[in-house]
Nanobody
Framework: QVQLVESGGGLVQPGGSLRLSCAAS????????MGWYRQAPGKERELVAS???????KYVDSVKGRSTISRDNAKNTVDLQMNSLKPEDTAVYFC???????????????WGKGIPVTVSP
């Protein structure tokens, strides 16, 4: 069994910063991509940022220049540092990862339960 657990969400004022963390645990053999999606009320889920096992990163245009994704392969964690937050960053943020679990031969996408981020005065 593989689990992803997020932490670090909450309420922040516009212009503020927030760091989201996600830890993968359980019967893990190989981790490929790790990243974050978000879903705002009434909108579809969108990819915010991802980082590959070789540290290649991708960002949605709306967060480029003010967000940094990083991973610790020894700890199976991925963090998202978000700066200069805007009200439009308000959403539920979901950690995800593509993982081969012990006893399996293929990658499976795993998701965290989601953590709310609210940017408001």
């Amino acid at each position: 069994q593989v689990q992803l657990v997020e932490s670090g969400g909450g309420l922040v004022q516009p212009g503020g910063s927030l760091r989201l963390s996600c830890a993968a645990s359980g019967s893990i053999s190989v981790i490929n991509v790790m990243g974050w999606y978000r879903q705002a009320p009434g909108k579809e889920r969108e990819l915010v940022a991802s980082v590959s096992s070789s540290d290649n990163t991708k960002y949605v245009d709306s967060v480029k220049g003010r967000s940094t994704i990083s991973r610790d392969n020894a700890k199976n964690t991925v963090d998202l540092q978000m700066n200069s937050l805007k009200p439009e960053d308000t959403a539920v943020y979901f950690c995800y990862s593509s993982i081969i679990a012990h006893g399996s031969n293929w990658f499976t996408d795993y998701w965290g339960k989601g953590i709310p981020v609210t940017v408001s005065p």
